[in-house]
Nanobody
Framework: QVQLVESGGGLVQAGGSLRLSCAAS????????MGWFRQAPGKEREFVAGIINSGENTNYADSVKSRFTMSRDNAKNTVYLQMNDLKPEDTAVYHC?????????????????WGQGTQVTVSS
């Protein structure tokens, strides 16, 4: 089992940057594929980015490709989401999620563990 805690959210102007972190508990973090999802008010939760357990492969939603970069540091049990050129439509609560030893999935139902989320607000 793994517990996830996100941090790094906040209020930023359009065009700005934020770096989200997700710290995980447990000694098996390096065996989890990790994902970032976001949920805006009145909308369904949507996939943002994913990274396999080794960190060698990543996958991004078309809406964030070339602006967001996901990475992980297995020695620190942490994944990151570097968000550049932020847009008002990026405003949402961002959650990290974990799934055991499987490929990246864009389906939130495929992830077993979730953090509480961190709010990102982008003003125009």
């Amino acid at each position: 089992q793994v517990q996830l805690v996100e941090s790094g959210g906040g209020l930023v102007q359009a065009g700005g940057s934020l770096r989200l972190s997700c710290a995980a508990s447990g000694r098996t973090f390096s065996r989890y594929t990790m994902g970032w999802f976001r949920q805006a008010p009145g909308k369904e939760r949507e996939f943002v980015a994913g990274i396999i357990n080794s960190g060698e492969n990543t996958n991004y939603a078309d809406s964030v490709k070339s602006r967001f970069t996901m990475s992980r540091d297995n020695a620190k049990n942490t994944v990151y989401l570097q968000m550049n050129d932020l847009k008002p439509e990026d405003t949402a609560v961002y959650h990290c999620a974990a799934r055991w030893l499987l490929r990246i999935s864009r389906n939130s139902g495929d992830y077993q563990y979730w953090g509480q989320g961190t709010q990102v607000t982008v003003s125009s």
